[in-house]
């Protein structure tokens, strides 16, 4: 299958300070491509300049087999764009904007926005600026997607939607998918990327430490588990094969296992418990514990 | 084409709101012209008083003041000034508003190229001051004819509305020039104002200065109304130099827009 998305050694420095180094990945033609990485690790800077937005240090990327920055107008023909941060004119209303973005692109949108904003729940005659920020999200989804993109690229997309509208919007975009568009999504929330993505790249300080099929990743799940048993149990009882970060403050018992679930709910099961949370680590968790070590 | 429209419509109203200013500021000076030339005299003779630097930074030049063109060189001197403020408020804005609304992810992830965007901005705002000044032209000249049935000189009239036009050109190139360097203008009023009135102080220092090197510091003193109304033309070392400024500022705003980097916000 050919690529959609080659970035080639990639490497950008804001003046001294490091934004990307040596940034190399491919998203493959149809694929819905997570890019995960906690805050500040480079996932916006990369996202950038796939968009020409900012421009390479050095090295190269390219889309649909043009260079991203010679060939910008080019590629941005194909492209669905939503940044993290939604953006609008003054004065301008929801329709206004859309029929804007629909006017750079040689094509009739019409039906596609009406589809979208039905689908999306979005109201078209108020004004952008009136709008909460999950609704003006609505309308950089919607801005984004109207002229039927070969290539989405979205960054942080679900930041500031409420569960139900991420649970549309991830309908969306795997509708989109099989239409034929390659999503390229970036997020800091591992769980997010694991429903959708069918491969990830994980970012960390600047450089690509992995890069794995969502498969593989989700095998390896990741739990924060906090346990209260009934009487106190000796300090290694937990100390077993995926349990990382272990504390343990009287009888409560909390880590991150990661591993097959199975066996850590039989090791449970053979306990006498009071209480037991389990809960999505976030990323930050998981890297401090595990993909450290792998730098 | 669809971006130039859309600069022409989100600056429609502002543009609208300048004309409205410029055309009561020069009805105003211009109402009190009968009111001066019935005791023009006396009032000759206070200006007299006066000390010539400050009668030369206001525009007054007391030999033509008396007729209506001479006396609406005071005035053009306080509309030039606004006009200038217009200009370079359009030039500091039409680019950095992208960044400040957080327009420019928008903007610029659409297929047109920066050059294009910079096309379409740039023609807007010619547009745009143009419509300022042919309409604040016309109203003048059609007041300015009322006071002088005989010896309206159209042609001279003619030149310093074309120097209104093209001294607010090179405050709009200034003004593009430094917000497209600017990594990010917070505010556009403070940027453009603090710009205006540097190069109208500066304007000050060249009228009282014995050399005439100064003047070329400052576009305010290109375009003297008296020297036109007198000699019925500009002083082509002064005009050749605005134009130049206009030409590098695009130039130099093109090449570094091209290569800018927009940074999230």
Same mark, same amino acid.
């Given at each position: 299958?050919?690529?959609?998305?080659?970035?080639?050694?990639?490497?950008?420095?804001?003046?001294?300070?490091?934004?990307?180094?040596?940034?190399?990945?491919?998203?493959?033609?149809?694929e819905?491509?997570?890019?995960?990485?906690?805050?500040?690790?480079?996932?916006?800077?990369?996202?950038?300049?796939?968009?020409?937005?900012?421009?390479?240090?050095?090295?190269?990327?390219?889309?649909?087999g043009?260079?991203?920055?010679?060939?910008?107008?080019?590629?941005?023909?194909?492209?669905?764009?939503?940044?993290?941060?939604?953006?609008?004119?003054d004065?301008m209303?929801?329709?206004?904007?859309?029929?804007?973005?629909? %006017?750079?692109? &040689?094509? /009739?949108? +019409?039906?596609?926005?009406?589809?979208?904003? $039905?689908?999306?729940?979005?109201?078209?005659?108020?004004?952008i600026?009136?709008?909460?920020?999950?609704?003006?999200?609505?309308?950089?989804?919607?801005?984004?997607?109207?002229?039927?993109?070969?290539?989405?690229?979205?960054?942080?997309?679900?930041?500031?939607?409420?569960?139900?509208?991420?649970?549309?919007?991830?309908?969306?975009?795997?509708?989109?998918?099989?239409?034929?568009?390659?999503?390229?999504?970036?997020?800091?929330?591992?769980?997010?990327?694991?429903r959708?993505?069918?491969?990830?790249a994980?970012?960390?300080?600047?450089?690509?430490?992995?890069?794995e099929?969502?498969?593989?990743?989700?095998?390896?799940?990741y739990?924060?588990?906090?346990?209260?048993?009934?009487?106190?149990?000796?300090?290694?009882?937990?100390?077993?094969?995926?349990? %990382?970060?272990? &504390?343990? /403050?009287? +009888?409560?018992?909390?880590?991150?296992?990661? $591993?097959?679930?199975?066996?850590?709910?039989?090791?449970?099961?053979?306990?006498?418990?009071?209480?037991?949370?389990a809960?999505?680590?976030?990323?930050?968790?998981?890297?401090?514990h595990y993909?450290?070590?792998?730098? | 084409?669809?971006?130039?429209?859309?600069?022409?419509?989100?600056?429609?109203?502002?543009?609208?709101?300048?004309?409205?200013?410029?055309?009561?500021?020069?009805?105003?000076?211009?109402?009190?012209?009968?009111?001066?030339?019935?005791?023009?005299?006396?009032?000759?003779?206070?200006?007299?008083?006066?000390?010539p630097?400050?009668?030369?930074?206001?525009?007054?030049?007391?030999?033509?003041f008396?007729?209506?063109?001479?006396?609406?060189?005071?005035?053009?001197?306080?509309?030039?000034?606004?006009?200038?403020?217009?200009?370079?408020?359009?030039?500091?804005?039409?680019?950095?508003?992208?960044?400040?609304?957080?327009?420019?992810?928008?903007?610029?992830?659409?297929?047109i190229?920066?050059?294009?965007?910079?096309?379409?901005?740039?023609?807007?705002?010619?547009?745009?001051l143009?419509?300022?000044?042919?309409?604040?032209?016309?109203?003048?000249?059609?007041?300015?004819?009322?006071?002088?049935?005989?010896?309206?000189?159209?042609?001279?009239?003619?030149?310093?509305?074309?120097?209104?036009f093209?001294?607010?050109?090179?405050?709009?190139?200034?003004?593009?020039?430094?917000?497209?360097?600017?990594?990010?203008?917070?505010?556009?009023?403070?940027?453009?104002?603090?710009?205006?009135?540097?190069?109208?102080?500066?304007?000050?220092?060249?009228?009282?200065?014995?050399?005439?090197k100064?003047?070329?510091?400052?576009?305010?003193?290109?375009?003297?109304?008296?020297?036109?109304?007198?000699?019925?033309q500009?002083?082509?070392s002064?005009?050749?130099?605005?134009?130049?400024?206009?030409?590098?500022?695009?130039l130099?705003?093109?090449?570094?827009?091209?290569?800018?980097?927009?940074?999230?916000?």
């Amino acid at each position: 299958m050919q690529n959609t998305i080659k970035i080639h050694n990639l490497t950008k420095f804001y003046g001294k300070s490091r934004g990307i180094t040596d940034v190399s990945f491919d998203v493959e033609e149809g694929e819905i491509f997570g890019f995960i990485g906690p805050n500040g690790a480079g996932k916006s800077t990369t996202i950038r300049t796939l968009l020409a937005l900012i421009y390479p240090t050095s090295g190269s990327a390219s889309i649909f087999g043009m260079d991203c920055i010679k060939n910008a107008p080019e590629i941005a023909k194909r492209v669905g764009y939503l940044p993290s941060e939604v953006f609008y004119y003054d004065g301008m209303k929801v329709k206004d904007l859309l029929n804007y973005s629909a %006017s750079f692109y &040689k094509k /009739d949108c +019409k039906k596609k926005i009406q589809e979208l904003a $039905g689908r999306l729940d979005l109201d078209m005659n108020r004004k952008i600026e009136d709008l909460s920020f999950g609704n003006k999200k609505k309308v950089g989804i919607v801005q984004g997607l109207l002229h039927s993109p070969d290539l989405i690229i979205l960054d942080e997309p679900t930041l500031g939607l409420d569960p139900l509208m991420q649970q549309t919007f991830f309908e969306l975009m795997q509708d989109e998918n099989k239409r034929g568009a390659t999503v390229l999504m970036s997020s800091h929330i591992l769980n997010e990327v694991q429903r959708v993505c069918s491969r990830v790249a994980i970012i960390k300080d600047g450089k690509i430490i992995k890069l794995e099929k969502i498969s593989t990743l989700q095998e390896t799940s990741y739990k924060r588990l906090k346990i209260e048993t009934h009487d106190k149990l000796p300090d290694d009882t937990f100390r077993i094969d995926g349990v %990382s970060d272990l &504390k343990i /403050d009287g +009888k409560i018992y909390s880590f991150i296992y990661s $591993g097959d679930i199975n066996t850590m709910v039989a090791k449970i099961a053979s306990l006498r418990i009071v209480n037991l949370w389990a809960d999505e680590p976030d990323l930050e968790e998981i890297f401090l514990h595990y993909y450290s070590k792998e730098v | 084409m669809n971006v130039f429209r859309q600069e022409c419509k989100m600056n429609f109203r502002t543009t609208l709101l300048w004309i409205l200013v410029l055309c009561s500021l020069g009805a105003v000076f211009m109402a009190f012209f009968p009111i001066i030339q019935r005791d023009m005299k006396t009032f000759l003779k206070l200006l007299d008083n006066f000390p010539p630097a400050m009668k030369a930074l206001m525009g007054i030049v007391t030999e033509s003041f008396s007729t209506p063109l001479g006396y609406y060189s005071f005035a053009f001197t306080f509309v030039t000034l606004s006009g200038a403020i217009q200009a370079m408020n359009l030039g500091v804005g039409i680019v950095s508003k992208e960044t400040r609304d957080k327009t420019a992810d928008f903007l610029m992830t659409k297929p047109i190229s920066r050059t294009g965007i910079l096309h379409a901005k740039l023609a807007a705002s010619v547009v745009l001051l143009g419509i300022t000044g042919i309409v604040y032209s016309v109203f003048m000249g059609i007041i300015l004819r009322s006071y002088s049935v005989s010896d309206f000189d159209l042609k001279k009239y003619a030149l310093e509305c074309l120097a209104f036009f093209i001294l607010q050109i090179i405050f709009f190139a200034i003004g593009l020039l430094v917000s497209v360097f600017a990594r990010k203008i917070k505010a556009v009023l403070p940027v453009s104002l603090g710009i205006v009135f540097f190069l109208y102080a500066i304007s000050a220092f060249a009228v009282t200065s014995a050399s005439d090197k100064l003047r070329f510091l400052t576009p305010f003193q290109y375009f003297k109304p008296d020297y036109i109304i007198k000699n019925g033309q500009y002083e082509i070392s002064y005009l050749v130099t605005g134009l130049c400024i206009i030409i590098i500022c695009v130039l130099a705003s093109y090449i570094w827009f091209r290569r800018k980097d927009v940074h999230s916000v």
